[in-house]
């Protein structure tokens, strides 16, 4: 069993012992509210879990998706950056903590971690499932407000995951910037949806400005190839369902798949990966159709065929997110 895996096994069942002796309609409704929530406008100062009962409901139902979701920019981000692993690490606005689970998945070894929320519920019960995680045992849990007023301690990691799209404009600005100030790497993960990429689009300018490399997804840090408003840059990630999962959504199937956009950037030299596969491969009869984001600053579709050999069948095991060409 790989790290990640048992990673992801021991924050499932340690999400599932906090919803014993909460009714299962009780938490389908925190859940459903909270959603409704998150989907609107909500003030930077004003937490949106209140309680025990929302947090232990939304983490069971959030965690594991935002989890798979910062795992793979994680791991995309480790690639460019083989001979690197930070020493410390700061999570921003990390609520119950699942980038701290999918950072302990990436790197082995214990560092400093440090994890910033405004609501005080979900930062006592991300402090109670990180007990069953070792190389979280130590972490700080600290109430701040996220935006304008924020101070970061220097870090070699700083990670905002499905932050951005709770603040103003002005304090997506100062938190990137903020971030970029304090860390050696910053990695931002938003909803796949192409508002979350147009957010991700602006910090990514933000951190080029400040002078970081973007390590991935981009094979490079020039503009985007995408023409604003045709098209957004998104990536797919495998999550298992719950039972909590499948109730609040009424679905049958024991996955779903959780969309997101996200920006790696670094201070130090990062490999970015030769291109990006940006969609789902179309495997057809003796060729595989890859849409590629390259080095070039361009968006290309490349067919590859039988007659490439090894290649080919490298195509037929690509998947969306993946760097292209595969490594030896």
């Not at 609520?95 to 998945?105: D, L, M, N, P, Q």
Request: aromatic share 6%; proline share 7%.
């Amino acid at each position: 069993m790989n790290d990640a895996v048992s990673a992801a096994e021991t924050l499932r069942t340690a999400l599932g012992e906090l919803l014993d002796g909460l009714p299962p309609r009780q938490a389908g409704q925190a859940v459903e509210r909270l959603i409704a929530n998150y989907r609107g406008a909500t003030p930077t100062d004003t937490p949106i879990l209140r309680d025990r009962a929302d947090v232990a409901a939304y983490a069971a139902y959030r965690m594991p998706a935002t989890f798979e979701a910062v795992r793979s920019a994680l791991e995309a981000f480790a690639d460019a950056v083989p001979r690197w692993s930070p020493g410390s690490h700061v999570d921003v606005g990390g609520g119950t903590g699942a980038a701290t689970w999918a950072v302990s998945s990436t790197w082995g070894g214990t560092r400093p971690v440090t994890v910033l929320d405004w609501a005080e519920p979900a930062l006592a019960l991300g402090r109670e499932v990180a007990a069953a995680n070792p190389a979280l045992r130590d972490a700080r849990w600290q109430r701040a407000r996220i935006g304008k007023a924020l101070a970061l301690e220097p870090t070699d990691l700083v990670t905002v995951s499905y932050v951005l799209n709770e603040l103003a404009a002005s304090d997506r600005a100062a938190l990137v910037d903020t971030a970029a100030a304090a860390a050696q790497a910053v990695v931002i993960v938003e909803p796949g949806t192409p508002d979350g990429y147009a957010r991700v689009i602006e910090a990514r300018d933000r951190l080029i400005a400040a002078g970081f490399g973007i390590a991935a997804p981009c094979p490079h840090s020039a503009a985007c190839p995408i023409v604003p408003g045709t098209d957004w840059c998104h990536f797919s990630a495998r999550v298992s369902r719950s039972s909590l999962h499948r109730q609040v959504k009424g679905g049958s199937l024991p996955y779903e798949d959780e969309k997101f956009s996200y920006v790696a950037a670094a201070r130090f030299p990062v490999s970015p990966a030769a291109s990006r596969v940006v969609r789902r491969p179309q495997i057809r009869k003796g060729q595989v159709l890859l849409d590629l984001c390259e080095a070039e600053e361009r968006l290309s579709r490349t067919t590859v065929t039988k007659k490439h050999g090894d290649l080919y069948k490298g195509a037929r095991d690509a998947d969306w997110g993946d760097a292209w060409p595969p490594a030896p």
